[in-house]
């Protein structure tokens, strides 16, 4: 039985990263990088470039948590003392207990920085421990190096490619990549090496 409830005010904390429910003011906070940093969204499926577009995607995000599809959040970099970037938990089946941790990107600034290692804790730590969660997935474009070899380097494992399977903003299509971590692997020796690799 999980102990999720959408209702609940998540807050994610340790020394490095605050992770909070993201809101709709939070467009000014994360700004800075739909207008200076595109890059960000290349890979991405919804982008957020400029500020009609971040505007739409907090948007879509804050409807999915109303609908208890999703639930987002923004980061706060406490070393540097600064909004990062975002994340969240989505496609949510409590009844599966099943989840997918994604939707994730931080400026450019925060990356290679250990940030990401941070939250990953954090936000595992909740699915598998508070969430009673039995699988947390995990997608990304299979053309993006970058972020495969993050989700491989928390302890992911890699489970196939779905082929053509998203529609990108410029009209092409995309392959999938599926990575996944199980309860049984967080337990036994995942949460141990992450938190090895933060400290």
């Not at 495969?148 to 092409?172: F, Y």
């Not at 990575?179 to 692997?185: A, G, P, V, Y």
């Amino acid at each position: 039985m999980s102990l999720f409830e959408f209702s609940n005010d998540i807050t994610l904390e340790n020394q490095r990263v605050l992770l909070r429910p993201l809101a709709s003011p939070d467009v000014e906070n994360l700004l800075y990088f739909s207008l200076n940093e595109p890059a960000i969204w290349k890979y991405s499926l919804i982008r957020a470039d400029g500020e009609d577009n971040l505007k739409k995607y907090i948007d879509i995000a804050l409807k999915s948590r109303e609908e208890k599809k999703e639930y987002p959040f923004i980061v706060f970099d406490k070393l540097k003392n600064k909004y990062a970037g975002s994340t969240r938990f989505y496609d949510i089946q409590l009844t599966n207990q099943s989840l997918q941790l994604g939707f994730t990107w931080y400026g450019s600034e925060f990356q290679g920085t250990g940030l990401n290692k941070h939250c990953k804790l954090l936000l595992l730590e909740y699915a598998f421990e508070k969430m009673n969660m039995e699988r947390v997935e995990f997608r990304a474009d299979n053309a993006n190096e970058r972020s495969i070899a993050a989700m491989k380097s928390i302890g992911c494992k890699v489970e196939g490619i779905l082929r053509n399977h998203g529609l990108k903003p410029d009209g092409t299509r995309r392959d999938s990549i599926i990575l996944s971590i199980l309860k049984e692997e967080w337990e036994n020796g995942i949460k141990e090496n992450l938190l090895k690799k933060i400290s």
